[in-house]
C-alpha cells in the first residue's frame, strides 16, 4: 500500500507544486493522477521515488516511510515507465529490459528469462525482438518494451508518466487495453499520470483529480462521473460524462440471457406460429452448441413452408463478453441495429442487449442530477 499524507512541494522560488495532498492507493489498484498541464500530477508521481524530494509531509510504502529508505534501492523496487520511453539506443531490447536486473546483480540466465517472459507478456516473439534495437522498432513497440523494462526486476509497484501519450490514437488505445489484460494478470500497485479523461476512466481503479497543486477529488471512476464534487470536476469530466459512463459497464451488464432462439433446420410453420404467439418480431438463428449464426424476421416469413435456414439472415456482428457498453452501442450505431448478440470466445450464444435496455440501464445508473451507480456510496 502507498500512503501519501498531507505531502508538500515548496520549490525555492517560492512555487507551491503541491499542496497537503493524502490519499492512499490499496495494493494491487491502478492508482491515476489526473489534471491539467501543471497542476502538480507528475511531481505527486515524482515524489513517491524520491526523484522529486518532499517538502512537507510524508510518503509511506507497506508502512515505511520513504524518506528512511536507500533512495537507490527504492527505485530500483519500483519500476518506471515515461511518455518518452527512453530506451537507451545502443542496447539491445534484451538488454534495456535487463536494465534494473543487471543493477540488482542477477545472473545472465535469469535475465535472459525474464527478458523472454516480458516480451511474451507484451504480445512480442522474442525470437524475433530480443536482439533488435530501438531504431528497428515502430512507436507501439519501443512502448511495449518501455514497459518490459518498468517490469524487469518484477517490482512490486509501477510508476507510469502518460506511457501511452506520445503515440497515435488507435495505437494508444490498443495499449490501453492490452495493460488492462496484463494488468489483470499481473497485479502491480501501479501510479499512473494522464491528462486524459477518457484514459483515466478506462485505466483507473482510482481516479485523483488535481487541480493547482490541491487533491479536488479522490474516488472510484463511476463517482467522479456520478458524482463530481464540484463545478471543476464537473467541467473537467465533461458534458458528454453520461456517453463516458458507457465505458465502465460490461454488454453483460445490460444483456438480457438465454433469449428465445430457433434452429436453422426448424420448420417455417412453426416459427411463424411462435412469432405470432409470443407477439415477436425477430428471433435468434443458433446452431447445434447455440452457435449464432444470425437472425429471422417476422415479415421475411412470406411462406410457411421451408425451414429457417432458407429465410434467415446472416449474423451481422456481436459483442464478446466483456465489452464496454460504449463499444457495444458503437457497434449498434454503425451496423444500424437495435439489438446486439452478445457472445463468449468461441462465438456460443450468451445474451442479447437491446437497445431500449441500454436506454433503460443508462437512466438507472446516471442522472443530470449527480446520478446513482451501484458502486457509489451515498
Not at 506520445?166 to 487495453?177: C, E, G, K, S
Amino acid at each position: 500500500m502507498i500512503t501519501l499524507e498531507n505531502v508538500t512541494k515548496t520549490y525555492s522560488d517560492g512555487t507551491e507544486a503541491v499542496k497537503g495532498v493524502s490519499f492512499e492507493i490499496k495494493d494491487g489498484n491502478l492508482c491515476v493522477l489526473l489534471g491539467p498541464s501543471g497542476c502538480g500530477k507528475t511531481t505527486t508521481m515524482k515524489m513517491i521515488n524520491r526523484l522529486i524530494p518532499i517538502t512537507e509531509g510524508n510518503i509511506y510504502i507497506d508502512s515505511k516511510d520513504t524518506k528512511t529508505m536507500d533512495e537507490n534501492e527504492l527505485r530500483r523496487d519500483i519500476g518506471y515507465a515515461i511518455q518518452e520511453i527512453g530506451l537507451f539506443p545502443h542496447m539491445t531490447v534484451k538488454d534495456n529490459i535487463a536494465t534494473v536486473p543487471t543493477l540488482k546483480n542477477w545472473d545472465k540466465e535469469k535475465k535472459e528469462k525474464r527478458a523472454e517472459e516480458l516480451l511474451t507478456l507484451m504480445g512480442m516473439d522474442p525470437d524475433e525482438f530480443l536482439e533488435k534495437y530501438p531504431t528497428e522498432l515502430s512507436g507501439g513497440q519501443k512502448q511495449r518494451v518501455g514497459v518490459a523494462r518498468s517490469l524487469g526486476a518484477d517490482p512490486p509497484i509501477m510508476l507510469m508518466d502518460e506511457p501511452f501519450g506520445a503515440i497515435d490514437p488507435i495505437t494508444r488505445d490498443r495499449l490501453q487495453d492490452e495493460f488492462i489484460n496484463i494488468q489483470e494478470e499481473i497485479q502491480k500497485t501501479i501510479v499512473f499520470v494522464t491528462h486524459d479523461i477518457n484514459e483515466a476512466i478506462k485505466m483507473g481503479d482510482k481516479v485523483a483529480l488535481m487541480k493547482d497543486g490541491e487533491l479536488i477529488q479522490y474516488s472510484t471512476p463511476a463517482e467522479l462521473l456520478a458524482a463530481a464534487k464540484n463545478k471543476f470536476v464537473r467541467d473537467f469530466v465533461g458534458s458528454d460524462r453520461t456517453l463516458k459512463s458507457l465505458r465502465l459497464m460490461k454488454v453483460e451488464d445490460a444483456m438480457k440471457k438465454s433469449p428465445r432462439v430457433v434452429r436453422k433446420d426448424d420448420d417455417l410453420s412453426e416459427v411463424a406460429s411462435i412469432m405470432e404467439e409470443e407477439d415477436l418480431t425477430y428471433l435468434i438463428v443458433v446452431e447445434d452448441g447455440r452457435k449464432l449464426k444470425g437472425w429471422i424476421n417476422r415479415q421475411d416469413i412470406e411462406s410457411e413452408s421451408g425451414v429457417v435456414e432458407d429465410v434467415m439472415s446472416e449474423s451481422t456482428g456481436a459483442a464478446e463478453l466483456g465489452t464496454s457498453l460504449a463499444e457495444g452501442l458503437t457497434i449498434m450505431l454503425e451496423r444500424d441495429v437495435a439489438n446486439l448478440p452478445v457472445v463468449d470466445e468461441y462465438g456460443t450464444l450468451q445474451g442479447i442487449v437491446t437497445f431500449n435496455d441500454l436506454q433503460s440501464l443508462i437512466g438507472e445508473t446516471y442522472t443530470e442530477r449527480g446520478g446513482k451507480h451501484p458502486e457509489v456510496t451515498q
